[in-house]
């Protein structure tokens, strides 16, 4: 406790008073306890609603305690076991620390934000009829959400679409590649298959780069593993009158 007493034989706050008499380091019958609630009393009025109440229930407590030891010294029936003190100002002492822990804790949080509030009751319902969408739906969103309804309400069973997809032949590719030699006598992979459609046109293009390679019309080179590779044309002679027919 912050205020210090002074009375005969003792100087120094609330607390150390206790603790000298329970130790039997300073005799209370010595100790004017009117003189001690009188320094309180003055300690009040002149910081009238500074006072934490935390501070007057420390002060009500340890000046109980002391009334209590000073009354059982002055009276000897006074000492019986119901009327016993209950637990030592050490065991006292630690529970109001963690009791002082926890209100540092509680307000931390109090001060973070971090505050939850119980709800006495049940809201009551309205019977009346609203729409009240989140603040993010918009009238696009209430569209699309529509679209996909109106969408999951098309019939299962539709009829059958037929569409003719034009087959890229290897035949193609070998006179597409075969061109842009006799134009460029180099080139790369990549840049032969930029302009493939679909995987399967791509698949045609390497099978018809692994058929010039194998007519020795072109050589290929790869510096690693997973790098470009390069194209460029083996005989240009045979490149110029190239008429390969693949089966």
């Not at 119901?82 to 637990?87: A, F, I, K, T, Y």
């Not at 995987?199 to 390497?206: A, G």
């Amino acid at each position: 406790m912050p205020t210090v007493f002074r009375v005969d034989q003792f100087e120094g706050p609330l607390d150390l008073l206790l603790q000298l008499v329970e130790k039997e380091e300073l005799d209370i019958t010595e100790i004017s306890l009117a003189a001690v609630a009188e320094q309180y009393v003055q300690y009040l009025n002149t910081n009238k609603g500074k006072i934490p109440a935390e501070e007057l229930a420390d002060f009500l407590v340890i000046a109980a305690k002391l009334v209590f030891l000073k009354s059982r010294l002055l009276i000897p029936n006074l000492d019986e076991e119901v009327l016993d003190e209950g637990p030592d100002l050490a065991t006292q002492l630690r529970l109001y620390q963690r009791f002082v822990d926890a209100a540092r804790k509680i307000e931390v949080r109090w001060n973070e934000g971090l505050v939850s509030y119980a709800r006495d009751r049940r809201p009551v319902r309205s019977l009346e009829k609203t729409f009240s969408p989140p603040p993010s739906v918009t009238v696009d969103t209430l569209k699309e959400v529509m679209g996909r309804v109106i969408a999951r309400l098309t019939p299962i069973v539709q009829l059958p679409q037929a569409a003719v997809r034009r087959v890229i032949t290897i035949q193609e590719k070998i006179s597409e590649l075969a061109n842009r030699l006799r134009s460029k006598t180099k080139t790369t992979f990549s840049h032969f298959i930029a302009h493939a459609k679909d995987r399967q046109e791509r698949v045609v293009s390497f099978l018809a780069l692994l058929e010039l390679v194998k007519q020795r019309v072109i050589k290929v080179d790869q510096a690693n593993l997973f790098e470009e590779i390069e194209i460029a044309a083996h005989d240009l002679d045979r490149l110029a009158d190239l008429k390969i027919e693949f089966v």
